[in-house]
């Protein structure tokens, strides 16, 4: 996640992709060199998008908290 918040405050789009997931993990892994012996958990690929969406709709504090309470006595 730190990586993904990096590239979006450097402009960058990026994606998680569970790595091993992925019909191609085979095809990274030999491109990349990676050792048989570690597993890809995820790729992240990174790039300038073409086009950036507008300002997104930050949620207010109603709209993402409550307030659980149990009216029970003990």
Same mark, same amino acid.
């Given at each position: 996640?730190?990586? =993904?918040?990096?590239? !979006?405050?450097?402009?960058? *789009?990026?994606?998680?992709?569970?790595? /091993?997931?992925? $019909?191609?993990? #085979?095809?990274?892994? !030999?491109?990349?060199?990676? $050792? *048989? #012996?570690?597993?890809?958990?995820?790729? =992240? $690929?990174?790039?300038?998008?073409? !086009?950036?969406? *507008?300002?997104?709709?930050?949620? *207010?504090?109603? #709209?993402?908290?409550? =307030?659980?309470?149990? /009216?029970?006595?003990?």
């Amino acid at each position: 996640m730190n990586v =993904i918040t990096a590239c !979006e405050f450097l402009g960058l *789009g990026s994606c998680w992709v569970a790595g /091993d997931k992925k $019909p191609c993990a #085979e095809t990274v892994r !030999e491109l990349l060199n990676v $050792p *048989g #012996e570690y597993t890809l958990v995820a790729l =992240i $690929p990174a790039g300038y998008p073409k !086009e950036r969406s *507008g300002d997104k709709h930050k949620k *207010g504090i109603g #709209e993402v908290t409550f =307030i659980n309470t149990c /009216d029970r006595k003990v």
